[in-house]
């Protein structure tokens, strides 16, 4: 079982940064990769990026790729998302998520809000 709980979401203005945060506790994670999806208004959920907890490696939608980064501290049991270069379109409700299949997630965390301003 893995509990996924998300923070940092909030409000930012267009070309900013903001970083979320995913504070991650259970057991067996060794296999799973970890990740974001995120829900914009009117939009289906989507992915945004992963990285393995123990594997290593990082992938990212292309929407995303070479703004946004992904980190982990298995130490603290976080997975991290920086956020940079905020464009209006990033807007919406962030999801940390976990699983075997990255593109099918076995567990999800409640979401954080990320609203943006020009």
């Known amino acids: 079982q893995v509990q996924l709980v998300e923070s940092g979401g909030g409000w930012v203005q267009t070309g900013r940064s903001l970083t979320l945060s995913c504070k991650v506790t259970?057991?067996?994670?060794?296999?799973?990769?970890m990740g974001w999806f995120r829900q914009a208004p009117g939009k289906n959920r989507e992915f945004v990026a992963s990285?393995?907890?123990?594997?290593?490696?990082?992938y990212y939608a292309d929407a995303v790729k070479g703004r946004f980064a992904i980190s982990k501290d298995i130490t603290r049991g976080t997975v991290d998302l920086e956020m940079n270069n905020v464009k209006l379109e990033d807007a919406g409700v962030y999801y940390c998520v976990a699983g075997q299949v990255i593109l099918s997630p076995d567990y999800w965390g409640q979401g954080t809000q990320v609203t943006v301003s020009s």
């Open positions: 259970g057991t067996r994670l060794g296999n799973y990769v």
């Open positions: 990285i393995g907890w123990s594997r290593g490696g990082s």
